[in-house]
């Protein structure tokens, strides 16, 4: 007789990929939008939002084309994994998953790292200028620019969390 196992794991792992990817592409084009209506439209203290517009048009792209991708390919990646872990437990998640899980973690570090440096070139900014009036595109900058990375970091937090969770579920999975 087959050994029944509970492989909910996956579903909750990918469910909160989702949801986190749509907040991700959500934050994006909001990003985006507003970094049009600073460049373009805010009259009062023109510079200071001009240099608020750079990062939230760049990080805003990054945010909405992660989160349209991940939320595109979350269902797939879903059914495909639950398939082949029905089918090869330990055999998929040893030679297949547990080795991508591990790439994708080893990854948060590399954007925690980015995003910590983000915030603190973005606070470096505030602080150098913050009394300079002709400096005040740095400012708007610096801001625009810690406020995304903290964002950033936020959700990347989060998402490192439930792939610490998930990839304990794969090693159970591999270790008996």
Not at 1 to 16: A, C, N, P, V
Not at 23 to 28: A, M, N, P, S, Y
Not at 124 to 130: E, N, Q, W
Request: charge should be positive; include cysteine.
């Amino acid at each position: 007789m087959l050994e029944q196992r509970d492989f909910s794991f996956i579903y909750k792992y990918f469910t909160g990929e989702k949801q986190e990817s749509l907040l991700f592409l959500i934050i994006g084009i909001v990003a985006i939008l507003l970094a049009i209506t600073c460049w373009f439209f805010i009259k009062s203290n023109p510079a200071f939002f001009k240099g608020a517009a750079i990062p939230l048009l760049a990080i805003g792209l990054i945010q909405s084309v992660v989160g349209y991708t991940v939320y595109a390919r979350s269902d797939k990646q879903r059914t495909g994994i639950a398939y082949n872990i029905g089918m090869e437990p330990v055999a998929f998640a040893k030679h297949t998953e547990m080795p991508r899980m591990k790439k994708v973690m080893a990854n948060f570090v590399i954007y925690r790292w980015v995003e910590i440096v983000f915030i603190l070139t973005g606070l470096v900014l505030i602080f150098m200028f913050r009394s300079n009036p002709g400096r005040t595109f740095w400012v708007g900058l610096g801001a625009a620019l810690a406020i995304q990375a903290a964002i950033m970091l936020g959700a990347d937090y989060f998402a490192e969390k439930r792939g610490k969770v998930y990839s304990k579920a794969l090693e159970e999975i591999i270790g008996g």
